[in-house]
């Protein structure tokens, strides 16, 4: 069965306790090899006369030549060394540095020659510990104290030296039996007691540390199971670490996948209503066609002019409903105008309202208001047009009978601003407040009383108005009706 891994604190603990061991070992080593340089140096300070204080109380001692020298006195000195200090070994050494004698067991001397530039730095007074050679033989070099032996008259070069090894293999097997384990033991008992405070206020640490960690995990946990994502405490005093900076993006991150899930949601019931709503629109007047085109089949010639011009009429609401619809969807479909050129918006305007005056005795549409003068726009001129036609057309089909629709010019600053007025009905209360709040006539798609859609028309006029910089926003009406403004920056003069 496979265990299961170990959790994020657990792993950093376990870390912690690794570098501290290594830590410590390191510490022990450098510990070690500092105290015995410091115990080497001491040595070295207090023992550093040594030879030149038996050099000069012994000369005897000084002598080169082992047949001149007196073994009694040379014993005695011995005898006097080893009660001072057992670990100490004496060598008399000539001007090449070659043990010419050896104060002790004859054969214990297995390295003859003497390095002399440790002594002549000792000589000269140079900083210790100094190191030189071993004459006992091995790789260790050993701390010594020397003396240089005075030159007897005629001599120009001195003699020799008194060369004496400070700490021997004796006193550090010595030293070692009885020291060693004892001051290994003590710094392993340091280390380990401090080892264990450090690792456990290192672990508490680490704990605290780490508990916004896992309260993140556990948000994100539960949010993948549905629950909602909460957003962080925040922290006092401060802007807050990393695991609250990451705690912070999390809740951003989920409340705009939220947003965003809610506006797919809004999305999609708009479809579905717009969809209902286009059936609904398509629907009527189809049934009407079709019921229309039944009756002129079996129909008297008398009876088919009239249900000839019936069914027109609905096979022209049905061609109205989806241009607009095919319009609006093309609309919504870019960010941009693509067919842009300068014209002149007064020549538009009058010539939009003649359209709907071609015909009519008592013309149902008016341009009212003194001449703005020329009025020169950047933009898509079918656009325009097509905007202006879908407000004059909504104005006529809510207008009274012989109540002509008013369309009047202006110009307002960079902007210009074209009125359409009628005295009908009103704008209903849905489509009055998206209008004054700028809002989207289609999203959600507005609802007629008796079903389907409504706004088509205005809704086009919006989208025109918003591709080129504009608006279209209501007036207030004191007199009643409606009065939509359709505002479009003007074209920079060039």
Same mark, same amino acid.
């Given at each position: @069965?496979r265990?299961?891994?170990?959790?994020? +604190?657990?792993?950093?603990?376990? @870390?912690?306790?690794?570098?501290?061991?290594?830590y410590?070992g390191?510490?022990?080593?450098?510990?070690?090899?500092?105290?015995?340089?410091?115990?080497?140096?001491?040595?070295?300070?207090?023992?550093?006369?040594?030879?030149?204080h038996?050099?000069g109380?012994?000369?005897?001692?000084t002598?080169?030549?082992?047949?001149?020298?007196?073994?009694?006195?040379r014993r005695?000195?011995?005898? @006097?060394?080893?009660?001072?200090?057992?670990?100490i070994?004496?060598?008399?050494?000539?001007?090449?540095?070659?043990?010419?004698?050896?104060?002790?067991?004859?054969?214990?001397?297995?390295?003859?020659?003497? &390095?002399l530039?440790?002594?002549?730095?000792?000589?000269?007074?140079?900083?210790?510990?100094?190191? !030189?050679?071993?004459?006992?033989?091995?790789?260790?070099?050993?701390?010594? +104290?020397?003396? @240089?032996?005075?030159?007897?008259?005629?001599?120009?070069?001195?003699?020799?030296?008194?060369?004496?090894v400070?700490?021997?293999?004796?006193?550090?097997?010595?030293?070692?039996?009885?020291?060693?384990?004892?001051?290994?033991?003590?710094?392993?008992?340091?280390?380990g007691? $401090?080892?264990?405070?450090?690792?456990?206020? $290192?672990?508490?640490?680490?704990?605290?540390?780490?508990?916004?960690?896992?309260?993140?995990?556990?948000?994100?946990?539960?949010?993948?199971?549905?629950?909602? /994502?909460?957003?962080?405490?925040?922290?006092?005093?401060?802007r807050?670490?990393?695991?609250?900076?990451?705690?912070?993006?999390?809740a951003? #991150?989920?409340?705009?996948?939220?947003?965003? +899930?809610?506006?797919?949601? /809004?999305?999609?019931?708009?479809?579905r209503?717009?969809?209902?709503?286009? /059936?609904? &629109?398509?629907?009527t007047?189809?049934?009407?066609?079709?019921?229309?085109?039944?009756?002129?089949?079996?129909?008297?010639?008398?009876?088919?002019?009239?249900?000839?011009?019936?069914?027109?009429?609905?096979?022209?609401?049905?061609?109205?409903?989806?241009?607009?619809?095919?319009?609006?969807?093309?609309?919504?479909?870019?960010?941009?105008?693509?067919?842009?050129?300068?014209?002149?918006?007064?020549?538009?305007?009058?010539?939009?309202?003649?359209?709907?005056?071609?015909?009519?005795?008592?013309?149902?549409?008016?341009?009212?208001?003194?001449?703005?003068?020329?009025?020169?726009?950047?933009?898509?001129?079918? =656009?325009?047009?097509?905007?202006?036609?879908?407000?004059?057309?909504?104005?006529?089909?809510?207008?009274?009978?012989?109540?002509?629709?008013?369309?009047?010019? #202006?110009?307002?600053?960079?902007?210009?601003?074209?009125?359409?007025?009628?005295?009908?009905?009103?704008?209903?209360p849905?489509?009055? /407040?998206?209008?004054?709040?700028?809002? +989207?006539?289609? &999203?959600?798609? #507005?609802?007629?009383?008796?079903?389907?859609?409504?706004?088509? !028309?205005?809704?086009?006029?919006?989208?025109?108005?918003?591709?080129?910089?504009?608006? =279209?926003?209501?007036?207030?009406?004191?007199?009643?009706?409606?009065?939509?403004? =359709?505002? =479009?920056?003007?074209?920079?003069?060039?």
């Amino acid at each position: @069965m496979r265990r299961p891994p170990l959790s994020f +604190s657990t792993r950093l603990t376990l @870390m912690l306790a690794a570098l501290l061991l290594a830590y410590a070992g390191l510490v022990a080593v450098l510990g070690r090899s500092l105290a015995t340089a410091h115990e080497q140096e001491s040595l070295q300070r207090l023992s550093h006369g040594l030879a030149q204080h038996i050099v000069g109380h012994w000369p005897e001692i000084t002598t080169t030549d082992p047949a001149e020298s007196e073994a009694a006195a040379r014993r005695a000195l011995l005898q @006097m060394l080893m009660v001072v200090n057992p670990g100490i070994q004496v060598y008399v050494l000539d001007a090449g540095g070659r043990v010419a004698a050896y104060i002790g067991e004859p054969g214990m001397v297995r390295q003859h020659q003497v &390095d002399l530039a440790p002594v002549r730095a000792f000589l000269a007074g140079a900083a210790l510990p100094l190191h !030189g050679t071993d004459p006992m033989g091995g790789d260790v070099r050993r701390i010594f +104290s020397a003396a @240089m032996f005075a030159p007897k008259p005629g001599q120009t070069q001195p003699p020799g030296y008194l060369y004496i090894v400070l700490d021997g293999a004796a006193r550090t097997q010595v030293a070692g039996a009885i020291s060693l384990r004892r001051e290994w033991l003590g710094a392993a008992a340091v280390a380990g007691v $401090g080892a264990l405070l450090t690792l456990l206020v $290192g672990a508490l640490a680490l704990r605290k540390l780490t508990r916004p960690l896992h309260r993140l995990a556990g948000r994100m946990r539960s949010y993948s199971l549905g629950a909602t /994502a909460t957003r962080p405490e925040p922290q006092h005093g401060g802007r807050g670490d990393e695991v609250q900076a990451i705690a912070t993006a999390f809740a951003g #991150l989920t409340e705009r996948l939220e947003q965003q +899930s809610a506006r797919e949601a /809004a999305q999609t019931l708009a479809h579905r209503e717009t969809m209902a709503g286009v /059936a609904h &629109d398509l629907r009527t007047p189809l049934t009407a066609l079709h019921g229309h085109l039944e009756a002129l089949s079996g129909g008297s010639a008398v009876q088919q002019a009239p249900l000839l011009r019936a069914a027109l009429a609905q096979s022209d609401k049905v061609r109205r409903l989806s241009q607009q619809l095919f319009e609006l969807a093309t609309l919504q479909s870019t960010d941009q105008v693509l067919h842009r050129e300068r014209f002149s918006l007064d020549e538009l305007v009058t010539d939009t309202v003649q359209k709907f005056a071609i015909g009519h005795p008592n013309p149902p549409v008016t341009l009212t208001g003194a001449p703005p003068g020329r009025l020169e726009l950047d933009g898509d001129l079918q =656009l325009i047009d097509r905007a202006l036609g879908n407000l004059i057309d909504n104005a006529l089909r809510h207008a009274p009978g012989g109540a002509p629709v008013r369309v009047s010019l #202006l110009r307002q600053g960079g902007n210009a601003q074209i009125l359409v007025e009628d005295n009908g009905p009103g704008l209903p209360p849905d489509l009055q /407040a998206r209008l004054d709040q700028q809002a +989207s006539l289609r &999203d959600p798609p #507005l609802r007629r009383s008796g079903g389907g859609i409504g706004g088509l !028309g205005l809704a086009i006029a919006q989208r025109v108005a918003q591709l080129h910089g504009g608006s =279209l926003r209501p007036l207030a009406t004191p007199e009643g009706g409606t009065r939509l403004c =359709l505002a =479009l920056p003007l074209a920079a003069p060039g």
